[in-house]
């Protein structure tokens, strides 16, 4: 049996097409049932789903072989343990420093002020600020980070950007790109041994979709 751990959402959506092409079917609909454990057309293969973030811990520890997760959780979780074959280049986005509209960031950072950064990503924004110098005190919220500058809980965010129209709905502007991100697929080491024929062939399969 192969486990694959995936998260609801934008990483499931578009996830399904390169299954699809590894010959693997999802046969359960998360939206419509609250099962945890779905089925695939491949009855020695099936899906778990589990919280983003949590991704990188099951695969780790062998709850899952494989799964799909954002750069963005395995940069702040760290990847050991972790096999990482592939960029699936999928859920795209970047990570970006945002302020809100009016407030002058880079005199900010010219004058050497202390901001507030209110952000999911710690470790992301603590690497990327101190590369830069900047003295920062970092807020760790959990959700709704556009929030934290327009309450006056934090001069400045890091959050995940797509369209921009989160951002622009709450009167906010991104000043500085951090990186990009996509979800890459991971890999249990050990599962990697043991069931190196049938894993391989989903990631060669995966890999040749991404190409394609
Ligand atoms: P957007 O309005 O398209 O810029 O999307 C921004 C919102 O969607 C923010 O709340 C982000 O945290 C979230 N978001 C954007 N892209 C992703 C992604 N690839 N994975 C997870 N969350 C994302």
Known sequence: MITLALSKGRIFDDILPLLKAAGI??????????KLILRTNQPDVRVVLVRATDVP????????????????T?????????YQPLD??????????????GFDYSAA??????LKVATKYVAIARDFFAAKGVHVDLIKLYGSMELAPLTGLA????????????LKANHLVEVERIMDISSRLVVNQAALKLKQAPIRRII?????????
Do not use: F, H, W
């Open 57 to 72: 811990t099951y695969v780790q520890y062998g709850g899952a072989d494989m799964g799909v997760v954002g750069k963005d």
């Open 204 to 212: 060669d399969a995966m890999a040749k979709a991404v190409a394609a």
């Open 109 to 114: 950072v010219r004058q050497g002020s202390r």
């Open 88 to 101: 699936l280049q999928i859920a795209k986005c970047r990570i970006s420093v945002a302020v809100r509209d």
């Open 155 to 166: 001069d400045a965010i890091v959050d995940l950007v797509s369209t921009g129209n989160t």
């Open 74 to 82: 395995l940069l702040e979780s760290g990847t050991q343990g972790l």
């Open 25 to 34: 079917e999802v046969l359960d609909d998360p939206e419509k049932s609250r």
